[in-house]
């Protein structure tokens, strides 16, 4: 056997990371996770909120025309322009689809109020929809659409 002096270390001494390096490693890669994390809550907050106005936008059409196809002269008179009205005009499924059933079975209301105008050739309608209609009236979300509806003769 030879004896000599160790080894010293060199370019041929297994190379492997240190503690130090190992631990800022996973602490940079859990910065990102939970900033990755963060991001995903974000979109799917922005995904139903993008489902939710597309159903609206589908509810205001439907509405509007319903409200449309009436007789101009017959708009005051309709219960659901009342300011006292309280009832929801309109019951609509989780889809959007206009449904006859009761608040029980709706997912979105539709409450209509028409706003008095000087003009009697002008109205001035306000949509509010609100749901889940399951939910307590403080934990549902509501939108008001206003519209303005003219008679041409």
């Not at 025309?65 to 002269?73: C, E, H, K, V």
């Amino acid at each position: 056997m030879r004896r000599g002096k160790p080894k010293s270390p060199g370019p041929d001494r297994c190379s492997a990371f240190s503690l130090v390096e190992v631990t800022i490693a996973i602490g940079i890669f859990a910065f990102a996770i939970v900033a990755v994390i963060g991001l995903l809550a974000v979109s799917m907050n922005s995904d139903k909120t993008a489902a939710s106005d597309t159903v609206l936008a589908l509810m205001t059409e439907e509405a509007t025309t319903r409200l449309r196809s009436q007789p101009f002269a017959t708009l005051a008179a309709t219960p659901g322009f009342a300011d006292t009205d309280l009832n929801p005009d309109f019951y609509y499924s989780l889809d959007g689809g206009l449904t006859t059933a009761t608040a029980s079975d709706a997912y979105y209301s539709c409450r209509v109020a028409r706003r008095a105008t000087d003009s009697t050739n002008l109205a001035y309608v306000s949509l509010e929809f609100r749901w889940p209609l399951a939910a307590p009236s403080a934990r549902q979300e509501s939108r008001f659409v206003t519209l303005s509806m003219a008679r041409y003769e």
